[in-house]
Every structure is written in structure tokens, then in C-alpha cells.
């Protein structure tokens, strides 16, 4: 039977990822005190969590999930590499779902990404086709309701073009935050952005779109922009990958709006890198917006997975450390940057309160066995402490055991070093 979760007061001999070693002190959900290692004494009574040896960091968050998507890859053996083909497929295999079937692969993909040490979530939820549109919706305030203890979830209703404007109201009614959608499969991609941005504006929530994601066609994000320029309601955009074809002055004037109206971008390079760019067989375009001309003009950037093992995703781990990488690799962030955009970031788009390690901030926190920040994002190791309001909320703790090398169990083998 598991212990957790487990209320915590004090963290001691942790790293961060400056290389400075501390003891943080808890207040229920937020951090109340950051000393130098060593300040605070033993405890006794349980509530005292020892981090030498692990990195201690700002609780990632994932700002574009699909839970109700989520892990039904090899339920449904889809085509690869084709967003129209993906949308069929997915379209079809909606049609047989049932709540119970969505809401137990929507847990397990929450689940997932809490041992992995994400905290907080924003999820994507379908207006599904056939005589109960709103099997999906049901299924994740269900999902959320009973994991509301142990992570944060919000819900977009994800409303295609087609979907009437009558359902996206009856899934706010039903309990999700935020109004999607995914205004570019339109005919009239600007219509349809309008239509659902006046939906958010009547019942007083905010917007998260998908936003432009291809690599050419129109581009409606500095529209977006505009249209929320007065809001005081959240609003932000997801995938943005015409962004990264812009040529330098449409991009400036496109990123001037984006400013003017604070509106977040969230990047989602994992599931972008794979459907972007098929039809490109020379010179491969990356399919990712254009993060460091975001980053540079001080737009605020979160970044997160998007689909895992779907048919719009085979792959994915569930760990924002992936996703971090990536934007190394991919996107040419340094580490700071790449760790920012899926914790910090990605609270600010997702309007959550300041987490980390800092006084007065939440205790979103995540200790990861490491050393330094490019020891973590690089190695990705398991061990892995995950904390929420200040509760330990899971742990992962992994052993190896690898042959010894030949030379070390017979001593008259020359070793590497006799032999050069």
C-alpha cells in the first residue's frame, strides 16, 4: 500500500540548477524558505525529504495534451505521416468510444506524466461525432475530479470547423475551462477563429487555439491576436509552425501583435517534428514555430508534448525532460531556456501562479538524481522525486547492475590503460 501522498515541511541538501546546495522550507502548499544546506535540522516525523544528489527543479507543466487521445496507437494501427489521415482515422475509431474506455486511457496518460514529475495540465478534449458528442468531455471532468488531489487539470473543448457552436456551450456548461479549436482546417480559417473567439467572449473563459499548424497556407495568428487584444481572460496559441516560415519583416509584424495582445504561444516540437514536413524529402523544414525570435521579443513561450502514442504521435514518453530536449536539439534553446518553456513557461501561458524554488511560490517542485541541468535534460533519469501543493505526490527510484568489465574480474587480463 502506497504511502503517498505525504505532506512535507522541509526539503534538505538539494541542487539547483545553478550549483548551489539548499534546505527549502514548506508552508502547506508554498515554499515559505530557501537557506544554505545544512540550516535545517533533522525531523523525525516524517515530513522531511533528503535531495542529496538530486536537482531540484520548477515542476514542469504540459500546456497541449489530448487525453482523450492519449495512448490509443496501437488500439487503432493508423497511417503515418499524414495530418488528414490521422484526423480520419481518429475520426472513425472516435465513433465506438465509450466513456469508460476514454476515461481509463485519459487516467493513464495523466498518471503517466505525474510519475514523470509533471504537476499541472491542460488537455484538449473532442466534440465527438456520432449521437453523444460529448462522450470525451464527460470522460475527462471525470478524470480531473478524481485526480484533483494529486495534479492540476484544465480542459479545452476542442471544436473543429464543423462542429456547431450550440456544443462547445454545452460542454462549458458540462464543466471544461477553456474554448479550442482548430480554425486553419477551415474553409474560411478567419471565420471560424472569430466564431469561437465570440463563443469565449459571451460566456466570459478564456482561449487556447491551434493555431496555423502546417507549414504553409494562411496565416491567422496576428488575427488571433487582435481579436483578444482587450482581454482579460487567458488566451493563448498552440503549434504556431507557419510562424517558423515567415520571411524576417511578416514575421516581426506577426510577433508585434502576439506582444501587444500578451498572447502565449505554446510549442509542441515532438508531435510538430513528426507531421511536419513529409512532403519534403530534400531538405526537411523542422516544423516548429519560431521560438527564438519569440524568446528575443519577449513573448512568453511554454512548450509541451501534444499527442502520445496516437494517431497524430507514435511515440512520446511522458516527460517534459523529452520535450526539453528537443527544444536543444531541434529548436536550438540553451538548457535554461528549453527547461524554462516546459515549467515555467508553460505555467505562464497556462495562467498558474509562480511555482520553484523561491519564497512565496508554490511548491510545484520536481528533484530529479542529477548534477547539473544538462546532466538531467541529457540522461533523463528516473529517480525522481515529484511534488504538488507541497505534497510528495510520487517517486520513482531505479537500480542497475552491469557486468563488471572483463579486466576487473581477472586480474592477469591487461587492463585498457597496460595495453596502449
Not at 528516473?382 to 527510484?397: E, K, N
Request: net charge negative.
Amino acid at each position: 500500500m502506497s504511502s503517498l501522498p505525504r505532506r512535507l515541511s522541509q526539503l534538505t541538501n538539494a541542487t539547483l540548477s545553478d550549483g548551489s546546495q539548499v534546505d527549502v522550507a514548506l508552508d502547506g502548499p508554498v515554499v515559505s524558505g530557501v537557506f544554505p544546506a545544512g540550516r535545517l535540522g533533522e525531523r523525525s516525523d516524517g515530513t522531511s525529504l533528503d535531495l542529496a544528489n538530486f536537482l531540484l527543479l520548477t515542476a514542469p507543466a504540459e500546456p497541449h495534451a489530448h487525453f482523450d487521445k492519449a495512448l490509443s496507437w496501437d488500439l487503432i494501427d493508423p497511417p503515418m505521416g499524414n495530418l488528414d489521415l490521422a484526423i480520419e482515422s481518429w475520426r472513425d475509431y472516435s465513433a465506438v468510444m465509450t466513456v469508460e474506455s476514454i476515461a481509463d486511457r485519459a487516467r493513464h496518460a495523466a498518471l503517466l506524466l505525474l510519475r514523470q514529475g509533471t504537476t499541472a495540465v491542460r488537455t484538449h478534449v473532442d466534440l465527438l461525432v456520432g449521437d453523444d458528442p460529448m462522450r470525451g468531455v464527460r470522460a475527462l471532468v471525470r478524470v480531473r475530479d478524481e485526480l484533483s488531489e494529486l495534479m492540476d487539470i484544465e480542459l479545452v473543448a476542442l471544436a473543429g470547423p464543423f462542429v456547431p457552436s450550440e456544443q462547445v456551450v454545452e460542454a462549458l456548461e458540462l464543466g471544461v475551462d477553456l474554448v479550442g479549436g482548430a480554425p486553419h482546417l477551415s474553409e474560411d480559417p478567419i471565420a471560424d477563429l472569430r466564431r469561437l473567439i465570440g463563443i469565449a467572449e459571451r460566456h466570459g473563459v478564456g482561449a487556447d487555439i491551434h493555431t496555423d499548424e502546417s507549414l504553409t497556407g494562411a496565416s491567422t495568428l496576428g488575427e488571433y491576436a487582435r481579436l483578444v487584444r482587450d482581454w482579460t481572460a487567458p488566451a493563448s496559441a498552440g503549434h504556431c509552425v507557419r510562424l517558423g516560415t515567415l520571411e524576417p519583416t511578416e514575421l516581426a509584424a506577426v510577433i508585434s501583435e502576439v506582444l501587444a495582445s500578451d498572447l502565449g504561444i505554446i510549442s509542441l516540437p515532438i508531435t510538430n517534428l513528426y507531421l511536419q514536413g513529409w512532403q519534403h524529402p530534400v531538405s526537411t523544414p523542422r516544423g516548429l514555430t519560431a521560438l527564438r525570435a519569440l524568446l528575443d521579443a519577449g513573448v512568453r513561450v511554454g512548450a509541451g508534448a501534444d499527442n502520445v502514442r496516437d494517431p497524430f504521435n507514435p511515440v512520446g514518453r511522458s516527460d517534459a525532460l523529452e520535450t526539453a530536449s528537443l527544444l536543444v536539439s531541434a529548436g536550438h534553446l540553451t538548457l535554461d531556456e528549453a527547461y524554462a518553456a516546459v515549467s515555467s513557461g508553460a505555467r505562464s501561458v497556462m495562467s498558474l501562479p509562480i511555482a520553484g524554488v523561491q519564497v512565496g511560490a508554490v511548491a510545484e517542485l520536481l528533484a530529479v538524481r542529477g548534477s547539473t541541468l544538462s546532466d538531467v535534460i541529457a540522461n533523463a533519469s528516473a529517480d525522481r522525486f515529484v511534488i504538488h501543493a507541497g505534497r510528495l505526490v510520487a517517486q520513482s527510484t531505479v537500480t542497475y547492475d552491469v557486468a563488471a568489465p572483463l579486466s576487473s574480474l581477472n586480474p592477469s587480463t591487461p587492463s585498457l590503460a597496460e595495453t596502449r
